[in-house]
């Protein structure tokens, strides 16, 4: 479980194809505290850690990504020396300052537009409708792992604002039209939007 809160920026050192793809990403993380089988989501996407390695520049983790991972998320389309948003898994105790996240990404989107407001920056981000149908006006969203406020909707599109931390602290400083990006609707209302389906089929 996560927050959307970010707590590094990764790099990719390596990348090993196969029928299960092996990542290998630099952190500015100590490896003493990350325990193998451990939780990091990886741009929203939740990975665990099968190795990790002290480097001169931090640790080195490795984690694995089945074809499924790759297909409906940004993953499959790293390249080494990409930046990818950190996240560790949440401890009992921690502070709660973003929403709830699974790690588990619903649908890849495209930014449409991004633009200068006055100090913060306003995305449009282009979604499938089985993600725009869980979206709503001051709801939560999670692009690329990062937490977000949904300020705008429509039926095929939503608006975000970006702080100027947010952009130098993650990956979203980034962003330009046509970037893609992994969402993850907010976790109720996906429960939600299940409860009413069901109710609907079994009339």
């Not at 998320?73 to 300052?97: I, Q």
């Not at 709830?100 to 100090?119: K, L, N, P, Q």
């Amino acid at each position: 479980m996560f927050t959307g809160i970010v707590s590094a920026i990764g790099e990719v050192a390596r990348i090993a194809p196969g029928p299960v793809t092996r990542l290998e990403v630099r952190s500015p993380y100590d490896p003493a505290t990350v325990d193998i089988g451990a939780s990091i989501s990886h741009a929203g996407a939740c990975l665990t850690v099968i190795e990790r390695r002290r480097s001169s520049e931090g640790m080195v983790h490795v984690v694995e990504a089945v074809p499924e991972t790759l297909a409906r998320t940004t993953l499959g389309k790293l390249n080494v020396g990409d930046a990818v948003n950190l996240e560790r898994s949440l401890k009992l105790g921690d502070e709660f300052g973003g929403h709830i996240v699974a790690g588990h990404v619903d649908a890849v989107g495209v930014v449409r537009s991004v633009e200068e407001d006055g100090g913060s920056w306003r995305v449009v981000v282009a979604a499938p409708c089985e993600v725009m149908r869980l979206i709503a006006h001051k709801g939560n969203i999670a692009v690329d792992g990062v937490a977000l406020t949904v300020t705008a909707v429509t039926n095929e599109t939503f608006e975000v604002a970006i702080i100027p931390h947010t952009r130098e602290c993650t990956t979203l400083g980034d962003l330009v039209e046509g970037y893609e990006v992994n969402l993850e609707a907010d976790m109720l209302a996906r429960y939600v939007d299940r409860m009413l389906g069901w109710k609907d089929k079994k009339r």
